[in-house]
């Protein structure tokens, strides 16, 4: 089973309706984050969360909510869905970073959302 | 001005050439730089990191950082269709730090 599981994988909905990607890991991680990824633009950050308790915005957070569940479960709502919210979007974790290093990122395999 | 530029290509090599991937950044306080590879219809993974200023091997990769130009490669000897895949560029201010800076990332076809 992979480390860092998105779901749905693929949607397609249609403009204003609400929509969630769900995001599940199993790596013990306390930092979350959610991408979105579009050709030409690459990857930005849309919100990221440090524990339960400490959600932030990232640099693209305008037409998107979080919620962090618990430690594992990290979901991206989109309150009412509009065409250039089209995009692939990811989940991702890492550790604190502590011991220094980059403090690499784990990203899940995406979900392709495409909103009509 | 994008703080950190890649060029996305798509770059076609033959099986076996030298591939050699780039960026630019302009924030000189960026301390970290590491390439992540994205095969299609995957999340990305990290390839490999570097801190400063250096060279860093691994296996067939090397990852070059020059500061004073601020330039970021990465070069693939024998390249191999397995290698096909979509190459992001990042960095960020210090170790550990949550605030990733991407390239948007350039496709690389290795052809057999």
């Known amino acids: 089973d992979a480390d860092v599981t998105q779901t749905p994988r693929n949607r397609i909905t249609k403009t204003g309706k609400r929509i969630m990607l769900e995001c599940s890991q199993t790596k013990g991680h306390d930092r979350m984050y959610w991408y979105r990824q579009d050709p030409g633009l690459g990857l930005q950050l849309i919100y990221y969360?440090?524990?339960?308790?400490?959600?932030n915005k990232g640099e693209i957070s305008d037409g998107y909510s979080v919620s962090r569940q618990a430690q594992a479960k990290f979901s991206l709502s989109l309150e009412s869905a509009i065409p250039n919210q089209t995009a692939l979007y990811f989940c991702?974790?890492?550790?604190?970073?502590?011991?220094?290093?980059?403090?690499?990122?784990?990203f899940g395999e995406g979900s392709r959302l495409t909103v009509l | 001005q994008k703080e950190v530029e890649q060029d996305p290509g798509p770059l076609s090599v033959p099986e076996g050439a030298i591939v050699s991937l780039n960026c630019t950044y302009s924030?000189?306080?960026?301390?970290?730089f590491m390439w992540y590879r994205q095969y299609s219809r995957k999340g990305p993974e990290l390839l490999m990191y570097?801190?400063?200023?250096g060279n860093k091997e691994d296996g067939r990769f090397t990852a070059q950082v020059d500061k004073s130009s601020k330039y970021i490669s990465l070069f693939i000897r024998d390249s191999q269709p397995s290698d096909s895949a979509t190459y992001l560029c990042?960095?960020?201010?210090?170790?550990?730090?949550?605030?990733?800076?991407f390239g948007k990332g350039t496709k690389l076809s290795v052809i057999p």
């Open positions: 570097t801190y400063s200023s």
């Open positions: 990042a960095t960020s201010l210090r170790a550990g730090s949550y605030q990733l800076t």
């Open positions: 924030n000189s306080a960026f301390q970290y």
């Open positions: 991702a974790t890492s550790d604190t970073g502590l011991a220094g290093g980059a403090g690499e990122l784990f």
């Open positions: 969360s440090f524990d339960v308790k400490d959600i």
